[in-house]
């Protein structure tokens, strides 16, 4: 008999691991699923300013401080891809490990990155969408990062502290960044805002060499060259496996489930980044983790 959790949570980030903290404080039995690595997006923050109680903590470590107290409090959390939901009730979650039933299940697989879709972007060296994880590899070098929102502004900044000079690539001419970033950004010696730039191609072998780049107002076309470019443009809806469910979806494929995180599939909640919300922030994937949760054991 495949084993029986009140409460399947899929994914283990902030909305995912919150969930799994209340739902265990209420008494059910929890089972959470993560296919890649815990604390989802966070774990690889360099610094987080912006949740209250810590005036700065690394993404790492908080990463770990949610997994800990999840785990403490009696959650199972398991290193395991979920392939399939079939609703009923109890509902069936397949992974590629085996299978479980659940009472409910809470959606919180939160995004995946997106890409440039370069050519050589899967295979040339160079190519990094972590800076915390291979800045260190390129210190004392040219690097750039593409993106203008705040995870790119972050990561330029903590590559600022590493690098020779950091050009940071932005298509548009405004920054969708946290102000507060792009102003200390701006006050940074080797680090260099171009706005309004795309990059058009990547260059060398093996190894990136530099990135041919235009400018969207005027046309031209430039070289940079560049050991390293960190790619931080923003992530899509990991919602595949909800929509196999029936879980509608707004038009940018995010679950269509209200502030009550609860979806049109009896038993099946939304909760964190995957959820079509006006405001994607660490504490408002924390705050839907307690919503669902809750909401999951009211319903079962
Ligand atoms: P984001 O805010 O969605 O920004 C993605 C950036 O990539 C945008 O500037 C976008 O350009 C650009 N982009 C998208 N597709 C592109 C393409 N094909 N080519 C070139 N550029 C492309 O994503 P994020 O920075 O990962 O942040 C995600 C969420 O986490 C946001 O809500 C953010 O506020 C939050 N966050 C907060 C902090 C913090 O410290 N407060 C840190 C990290 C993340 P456009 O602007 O032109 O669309």
Partial sequence: MEPYFDIVIVGGGPAGLTAAIYARRAGRSVLLLEKEGFGGQIASAPKVENFPGFSAISGAELADRLFS?????????????????????????????????AGAVILAAGMR???????????????????VCDGAFYAGQDVAVAGGGSAALQDALYLADLCRHVTVLHRRADFRADPILVEEARGRANLTLLPSTVVEALEGEDHLTGLTLRDTAAGDVSHLPVSALFEAVGHLPES?????????????????????????????????????????????????????????????
């Fill in 240 to 300: 595949g496996l909800a929509r196999a469910l029936g879980v509608p979806v707004d038009e940018a494929g995010f679950l269509a489930a209200g502030e009550d995180c609860v979806t049109p599939v009896p038993g099946i909640f939304a909760a964190g980044d995957v959820r079509a919300k006006a405001v994607r922030q660490l504490t408002t994937a924390c705050a839907d983790g307690a919503v669902a949760a809750l909401a999951a054991c009211a319903y079962n």
């Fill in 113 to 131: 990155r997106r890409t440039l879709g370069l050519p050589g972007e899967d295979h040339l060296a160079g190519i990094s969408f972590c800076a």
């Fill in 69 to 101: 107290q999840a785990e403490a409090l009696g959650a199972r959390l398991e290193l395991e891809e979920v392939l399939e939901i079939r609703d009923g009730a109890p509902k069936r979650v397949v992974t590629d490990y085996g299978a479980y039933l």
